[in-house]
Structures are given as C-alpha cells and as structure tokens.
Nanobody
C-alpha cells in the first residue's frame, strides 16, 4: 500500500524550530514533486513549500526566509525545517507528492494524513 507518512509535529514556543519529515512508502516507480501544505481552522489549505524532482524549491510568501524544504531521493523523504516559528504558523501540515506507481502508470497526487504544529505565543 502506497502512503505518505508525516512525523515531527508538536508544540513549540514562538521563535522556536521544528523539523517535519514525510516518507513515501510502498511500491513506487518514480517520485516527482514533493511538498508541504498547511491548513488552519477556517482557512483554505495553502502552499508552504514544494521541491520538484530537479531540486528547485518554491515557498509560500508567509514562510519565505524562515522555512527550508529538502529531500532525500534515495529514501523518498521530504523534510521541512521550520525556524523562527510564529503563532500564525499553527496549522495541520500535510505532505504531498506526485507518485508514479508503475512504468506505464499515470502520475497521481498523494496526500498524507497531516501532522499538527502548534506555536504558542
């Protein structure tokens, strides 16, 4: 069974740091772009950061300069280093990946179940 499993969420004080991890597991032929999105109560899900297979990066405006996305191609893992956290960063963070399960399969969009990040003031 193919799945994305996130870890690393929790409670942190404002100004602190957290590191999220997400591993794509199962029988996967190719992993394309991987990224992180977040959703706060009453708000739409928004882009945090994305890293395509070429290693380029793109960040949402709210996190530029504070968060860093990276990936380990060998283990199909994506990371999100979050520094200088603010209370407004409080949200459920979702891992996202474009996965191709077989040589002749279409690329499909997968989501993790989410991990809660709470930043206290």
């Amino acid at each position: 069974q193919v799945q994305l499993v996130e870890s690393g969420g929790g409670l942190v004080q404002a100004g602190g740091s957290l590191r999220l991890s997400c591993v794509a597991s199962g029988r996967i032929f190719r992993v394309g772009a991987m990224g992180w999105y977040r959703q706060s109560p009453g708000k739409q899900r928004e882009l945090v950061a994305v890293i395509p297979s070429d290693g380029s990066t793109n960040y949402g405006d709210a996190v530029k300069g504070r968060f860093t996305i990276s990936r380990d191609y060998a283990s199909n893992t994506v990371y999100l280093q979050m520094n200088s956290l603010k209370p407004e960063d409080t949200a459920v963070y979702y891992c996202n990946a474009d996965l191709q399960l077989g040589r002749w399969s279409s690329v499909m969009d997968y989501w993790g179940e989410g991990t809660l990040v709470t930043v206290s003031s």
